[in-house]
């Protein structure tokens, strides 16, 4: 009997515990997306950085301009916390009245455009001084940094050999797909042409933006095209040719990134509270060892 009674009680204790790490999961979940998040901002970033290779006087004028505009940042979202507070209740009395059917008095009407251009006149506010901090930083950087922002797309694996930024334009994959699309025999080319094709429209789906209406049927006959294309050339020709054919593959699955503008670039990236951060420690380590960041 007692030993029953053990049984129950493990079992009793299993199914709370169970239940406890079952609960937690969705907050832990949170937690490492959250900071899986930050770890990619901050690697982002970095590529950024590194490939600007800025100078102690340019990093100096980014972190002012940084902390100045966070600074304004924070006040603004404490003041759009109040007035979301204030805006909640007044969209509650206008739900309440409309609920029943009833006219909203002028005074709330009132109520809600007040507290409407007052946030408007605060977003107003942050975003000038963004424009303007934005601008202190262009007119630091040189023409050649200036470039490189303006084609920088975020990466987390930076491009090899060459110091460049942002994601490369590296189509090495890809020709090698084409090259062992090649050394397929005919014969078997054409038996398996239809699961080769298949196969490499669900790996360069992969690439292609979130519910992207692409029509597969459209996508395969482009990419047997290519193919097709690609057995037909020379040895010489191919070889000349391979980086474009390996570009055409791609080009629809890939989304189009535009040549950003520079302004938004710099919002984005330099006026970061992560910015701030890399900034310091870079700023602290040439005080450190007596030497100038070149």
Request: some cysteine; overall charge negative; hydrophobic content about 35%.
């Amino acid at each position: 009997m007692e030993k029953g009674k053990v049984s129950v009680l493990w079992m009793v204790l299993a199914v709370f515990l169970t239940a406890g790490l079952l609960w937690g999961l969705p907050e832990l979940s949170r937690e490492k997306l959250e900071k899986t998040g930050e770890l990619r901002r901050e690697i982002r970033l970095l590529n950024l950085m590194n490939g600007l290779d800025l100078t102690q006087e340019q990093m100096e004028i980014i972190l002012t301009s940084a902390k100045e505009y966070q600074r304004l940042m924070a006040r603004f979202e404490h003041i759009l916390r109040n007035s979301q507070d204030k805006m909640e209740a007044v969209l509650e009395e206008i739900r309440s009245y409309l609920r029943e059917n009833e006219e909203i008095p002028s005074q709330t009407v009132r109520k809600y455009h007040r507290l409407d251009r007052e946030s408007r006149e605060e977003r107003l506010k942050i975003q000038e001084k963004m424009k303007e901090s934005a601008r202190e930083i262009e007119e630091c950087l040189e023409p050649h940094q200036l470039y490189q922002l303006r084609e920088f797309v975020p990466c987390i694996i930076p491009p090899r050999g060459e110091k460049r930024i942002g994601q490369a334009r590296d189509y090495k994959g890809l020709t090698r797909g084409l090259e062992r699309v090649r050394r397929v025999p005919s014969h078997v080319y054409q038996q398996r042409k239809e699961e080769i094709v298949s196969r490499t429209l669900e790996r360069l789906k992969l690439h292609a933006p979130p519910f992207s209406d692409m029509d597969d049927e459209e996508m395969k006959w482009h990419i047997e095209t290519i193919y097709d294309d690609v057995r037909s050339l020379e040895d010489a020709e191919f070889e000349i040719q391979k980086e474009r054919l390996a570009e055409e593959l791609i080009s629809p699955f890939k989304p189009e990134i535009p040549s950003g503008n520079v302004m938004r670039k710099i919002a984005g990236f330099l006026l970061s509270e992560e910015v701030i951060t890399i900034l310091e420690e870079r700023l602290n380590q040439g005080d450190s060892t007596g030497e100038r960041i070149s």
